[in-house]
């Protein structure tokens, strides 16, 4: 018997493995019968993808269930579901706090989902699924579906993290390190080729310390994993996301050098410049480990542009200790970066110093260090007029005849361009540059 047909429609908090996640979830409801809906207000299931990062990440979800659980009194049958790490972070109290939820699941149990919303509507009652199973969710998941895709896709391929930073939640919502098998990643990524991907970002929360079973039995780093995917046909382009700077293997770094497919692009978070401040964060790197990094780095691809994650405002961080980030940022140049101000979480060994900076001073370290990094990523814009970037356009801009398009460095590129061109590389000499993307015309090849 077909399944009755019925809408989900997912919201994503977050960062890409929710994005990643969020398809799966998807792909998990369909054999249900479920079919995407184009927002919350007429779909049978909401699910909300959350993020347990920050506490303004955690607070957007209960402010979104509010609404949700009026829209709920007003339409019977409507079913709500809570994913994600804030999920997995405090189940229970999502259920005391908002009883209207069905259904709350930590992301390791996904493919459960179908089950527990029947379970939830049989019995009445919120379902909380929040264990770290023994099996993976990634061996029990339906195989990803084909559904006319961008050219560009995330495929994760290591979750978890063991580095234990003390100001973050991951290893406690996202458990121990776990890498995918060789074997299964190129697996998805033929499936992704054939629905028409190009280029694969493999995202992980630790993913350069990946270290998946192989072929022959032996375990394979990141290294050897890009190196073999770059062999599938109709691979184009490849990247990976999130590293950590101990992470950073020589043959990683060689990689960069000598696969002209792994894309000229590193997200590599420093968190601070100061020495103290990253001993008490325990990021188990100093300033001068990351500095000597970078030069290797870029020694093997002069051409990288570098992304970074940075806190100001860990308890205990001073003025200097600010002013050496501040000094870090301007000594490498970031082609762009994210920053934020500390947020103690609740479980983390962070959260218990007695050292807190004040709200403003935070505030204030924070726009002077955006200031820094937006000149800086401008530059790094500007710096691109007159050259000539191979662009994979992925989707019509928001003028009529333009396509936009990423460069090798992540750029969002705009020119006009056939949509034929979508899911296809073409030479784009840039004429133009703002803080948030470039614009130029196609030449010929
Ligand atoms: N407060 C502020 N920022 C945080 N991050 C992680 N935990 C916290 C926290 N408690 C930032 C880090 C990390 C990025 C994903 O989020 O910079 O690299
Ligand atoms: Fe969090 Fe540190 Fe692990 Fe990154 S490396 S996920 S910041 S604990």
């Known amino acids: 018997m ?16 929710n994005v990643y996640d969020s398809e799966r979830i998807e792909d998990a409801l369909r054999p249900h019968g479920y079919t995407p809906a184009a927002g919350p207000e007429n779909a049978d299931l909401v699910v909300l993808n959350t993020c347990h ?9 209960y402010s979104e269930l509010g609404r949700l659980r009026n829209m709920k ?7 709500i579901a809570v994913a994600g790490c804030v999920a997995q972070a405090e189940g229970a109290e999502i259920s005391r706090r908002v009883p209207a939820v069905d259904v709350i ?28 199973p023994a099996e993976s969710k990634f061996e029990k998941l339906p195989a990803r579906a084909a559904s006319g895709r961008a050219p560009s896709a995330f495929l994760t391929v290591q979750e978890g993290c063991d580095k234990f930073c003390t100001f973050c939640v991951v290893p406690y919502t996202r458990g121990a390190e776990f890498s995918r098998s060789v074997a299964r990643i190129i697996e998805e990524s033929q499936s992704l080729i054939r629905d028409g991907v190009r280029e694969l970002t493999l995202l992980g929360q630790n993913v350069n310390a990946y270290h998946g079973e192989a072929p022959d039995g032996s375990a394979w780093g990141l290294a050897q994993l890009i190196a073999r995917l770059a062999e599938v046909p109709g691979i184009e382009r490849l990247r990976y996301m999130t590293s950590h700077p101990r992470d950073m293997t020589d043959d990683l770094i060689t990689e960069h050098g000598r696969n002209a497919k792994l894309m000229p692009f590193l997200h ?48 205990g961080e001073t003025d200097a200790d600010f002013a050496a980030t501040l000094s870090l940022v301007e000594r ?50 500007t710096a691109q007029i007159g050259k000539t970037l191979p662009v994979l356009f992925d989707k019509p801009g928001r003028k009529p005849g333009q396509l936009i ?16 061109l979508i899911g296809q590389i073409a030479p ?3 004429s133009s540059a703002s803080l948030s993307s470039l614009g130029g015309v196609i030449v010929a090849a």
């Open 2 to 17: 077909l399944p009755t047909p019925k809408t989900v429609f997912v919201k994503t908090y977050g960062c890409q493995m």
């Open 53 to 61: 990062i920050r506490e303004r990440a955690a607070d957007k979800v």
């Open 73 to 79: 009194d007003a339409r019977s049958g409507m079913q």
């Open 105 to 132: 699941i930590g992301p390791q149990s996904y493919h459960r989902l179908p089950e527990l919303l029947t379970r939830a509507r049989d019995g009445g009652l919120s379902v909380v699924d929040t264990e770290f």
């Open 268 to 315: 590599l978070p420093f968190q601070s410049g100061s020495d103290r401040i990253l001993a008490a964060m325990n990021r188990k790197h100093t300033v001068a480990d990351y500095l000597v990094l970078i030069d290797r780095i870029r020694a093997a691809r002069p051409d990288i542009a570098l992304s970074t994650d940075i806190i100001v405002g860990f308890p």
């Open 332 to 381: 490498l140049t970031f082609a762009q970066a994210y920053s934020f101000k500390y947020s103690p979480r609740p479980g983390t060994p962070a959260a218990g110093l007695a050292t807190p900076v004040e709200d403003t001073v935070m505030t204030a370290r924070l726009t002077a260090l955006q200031h820094l990094l937006t000149a800086q990523q401008k530059a790094f814009n």
């Open 405 to 420: 398009g990423r460069s090798p460095y992540l750029q969002a590129v705009h020119a006009e361009a056939d949509s034929r």
């Open 428 to 430: 784009v000499a840039v």
